[in-house]
């Protein structure tokens, strides 16, 4: 308990956030899940919310750690259902230590239309990358849920809308991807009234979209030498 206790109850706080937020569903839903990656010696671990609990109540001692094998090490010996799509994620984007899983409405939208988000706003596109996609969907803590989710994380976005399901934001810090999935909320509400009106809807030129993801790469690329570095230098 004492070990991870920061991380856990980092996990918490934003948890709390995001429920009151109304990201989990309306009132004290339960409808998505938060995670961080923790770096220790034998490997990375997993920080993540228990399965079936309603995060108004959640403490600290609720939060799950677990190795990516699945063997619990601290806390609630239930982790979320979701917790493979969660690891899907870690394995595929070494510079992804946060991952948001949320039923928020505006991105609910295009998860029912199955249409991506395009570049529409400079500040979004800066921090979530050019598009967010749509990942097919499967059923709820499935292995095909997690294999979908593996198969499109390749683009390096921030940001991903699960068909018939809710969304999912990633990034280096969980204060990262907390503002993240903020972000696709707004530009997913602005894009739908945009729809609405029924009138041509303008995004941001190709050229924009390049000069404005350039710093998220090169932060994702410090963050792979970062972690390549510990490798090699055996500190991990
Ligand atoms: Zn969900």
């Known amino acids: 308990m004492i070990q991870y206790r920061r991380h856990r109850e980092e996990v918490l ?20 899940n938060v995670s961080m990656r923790v770096e220790a ?12 609990k309603v995060y108004a109540e959640l403490s600290a001692a609720d939060i799950c750690v677990a190795r990516f094998d699945g063997s619990i090490i601290e806390g609630n010996p239930a982790p979320s259902i ?32 199955n249409q991506p988000i395009p570049p529409l706003f400079d500040e979004v596109t800066a921090k979530i990358g050019p598009v967010v996609e749509i990942i097919p969907h499967a059923l709820s803590g499935s292995v095909e849920l997690a294999e979908n989710v593996a198969s499109r994380l390749k683009n390096g976005c921030n940001c991903y809308i699960i068909q018939n399901h809710g969304a999912l934001a990633v990034g280096l ?28 809807v303008t995004v941001l030129p190709d050229y924009i979209v390049c000069l404005l993801t350039e710093q998220l790469k090169s932060e994702q690329q410090n963050e792979i030498a970062r972690k390549m570095q510990l490798s090699i230098s055996g500190k991990l």
Do not use: C
Not at 41 to 52: A, K
Not at 189 to 199: E, H, I, M, N, P
């Open 13 to 32: 706080t934003y948890s709390r956030m995001l429920s009151a937020d109304g990201y989990f569903g309306p009132a004290s839903g339960t409808g998505g």
């Open 41 to 52: 010696e034998g490997g990375d671990l997993i920080v993540i919310t228990p399965s079936g």
């Open 82 to 113: 979701e917790t493979g799509m969660h690891l899907a994620v870690y394995r595929n984007r070494p510079d992804v230590n946060a991952v948001i899983h949320t039923h928020q409405p505006y991105a609910s939208i295009f998860a029912l239309i």
């Open 173 to 200: 810090t969980l204060q990262a991807a907390y503002k993240h999935s903020g972000l696709l909320e707004k530009t997913a509400q602005a894009y739908y009234q945009a729809l609405s009106t029924g009138k041509e």
